[in-house]
């Protein structure tokens, strides 16, 4: 195992930060991951599953059990990790620009598809390193002039050529969800019904540059380009990344922790990243994948204690009752209530909102939103 800190640009006299990476196996030989926690600052659960994980890979290092390539980056944001305001965590957005550090990333088809055009032939394997070296070239002469943006070019550094990225997230409360690119999801359903996902919410260009779809977009992406173009080029979904959302906040557990760890262990194994005397089993889904464009958001129509009739991992459906807005002053009680079926996956943990407040999620299986579906 090889650790390395990558020292990010210093907004401010007198202070630097760092980013760690820790590196097992061999580039090049077998399937590169790529796993990182707490991009989300004040997401903590991923950084646990991080803690147990190294101490597996630790072994299976040292007894050669590694058949590919791993990084893992157990704190994937130094920056927001130190935020406070109040003595609350704000790891969500940077202070100095607003901006949420899981948003605005760039778009890597659109900066590498005139250097790759003149370059791809009939071998898709050759295609995919021609595309990975052009990434890694693009990154290479990327200038960040900040220190949020010399977060992301480090990190896209250290995983624009991986085979998969888990990006591991969690929400406020929540069940354990999952988000993925519809050309990546065959790849990564066995994870899914590995972590026990209760919900998995698809879609194809989210929008707003998440840092998981940066990544596998870039490929479906290209290849759609390519074929308008003309080029007939095979070029294969060389990237398939997902945000894993691990429960909620307070579900930092060793375990849960744990079981998780199991899980992408055994994910491990089964992509051939480990060595395994047979494949391991991958058990049968507990939900059936939806599109992101079906989950409906909750807000609320006033101001008001919050109190949820509906737990997280509740099937609802329409017009069930969610949660009870309650104004005390005018003794007042506005109903939330579903508008399409599914499962209730996230819900906010503040019990007091502001009028058109978010306060939860739910799946719905039809698609019925357009444009940007991620929130803030």
């Known amino acids: 195992m090889q650790r390395i800190d990558h020292p990010l640009l210093s907004n401010s006299l007198g202070s630097h ?46 007894e050669s059990q590694i058949r590919g390539e791993i990084i893992l980056v157990p704190v994937a944001n130094p920056i927001g990790l130190a935020q406070r305001v109040d003595q609350k965590p704000m790891g969500r957005f940077e202070l100095a ?74 929400d406020c409360e929540g069940v354990l969800h999952f988000y993925t690119e519809e050309p990546c999801w065959p790849q990564l359903a066995p994870l899914a019904h590995l972590l026990k996902a209760r919900a998995v919410l698809l879609a194809k260009n989210s929008g707003s540059g998440p840092f998981d779809e940066c990544l596998s977009g870039a490929w479906w992406q290209l290849a759609e380009a390519l074929q308008a173009a003309g080029i007939a080029a095979p070029l294969l979904q060389g990237c398939n990344s997902t945000t894993v959302e691990l429960r909620g906040e307070a579900d930092v557990t060793h375990a849960l922790a744990q079981e998780d760890t199991q899980a992408v262990w055994t994910f491990l194994q089964h992509i051939q990243a480990l060595a395994c005397a047979q494949p391991p089993a991958i058990p049968a889904a507990l939900c059936a994948a939806t599109p992101l464009a079906g989950s409906e958001t909750l807000h609320t129509p006033e101001p008001g204690v919050v109190v949820y009739t509906a737990d997280v991992g509740q099937t609802l459906r329409v017009g069930d009752v969610v ?38 999620k739910i799946a719905g299986a039809t698609p019925f939103r357009t444009g940007e579906l991620l929130g803030a």
């Not at 090049?28 to 950084?47: D, F, N, T």
């Not at 010399?150 to 995983?159: E, G, N």
């Not at 309650?326 to 503040?350: E, K, L, Q, S, T």
């Open 17 to 62: 930060r760092s980013l760690s990476s820790f590196h097992y196996g061999t580039p090049g030989h077998g399937p590169k991951v790529y796993i990182q926690a707490s991009l989300h600052a004040e997401e903590l659960p991923g950084m646990l599953v991080a803690h147990h994980l190294r101490a597996l890979l630790d072994a299976a290092d040292a």
């Open 97 to 170: 620009s607003s901006e949420n550090f899981n948003r605005h990333y760039p778009d890597l088809a659109k900066a590498v598809l005139p250097t790759i055009k003149t370059q791809m032939g009939p071998d898709a394997a050759a295609n995919v390193a021609t595309v990975r070296r052009a990434m890694g070239d693009y990154l290479r002469q990327w200038q960040p002039d900040t220190e949020l943006q010399s977060l992301r070019r480090t990190l896209l550094t250290l995983a624009h050529d991986a085979d998969y990225v888990l990006d591991l997230h969690c």
């Open 323 to 360: 949660a009870e807005v309650i104004d005390p002053i005018a003794n007042r009680v506005h109903r939330v209530v579903a508008g399409v079926d599914g499962v209730f996956y996230a819900r906010v943990r503040d019990r007091y909102a502001l009028s058109g407040a978010e306060i939860g």
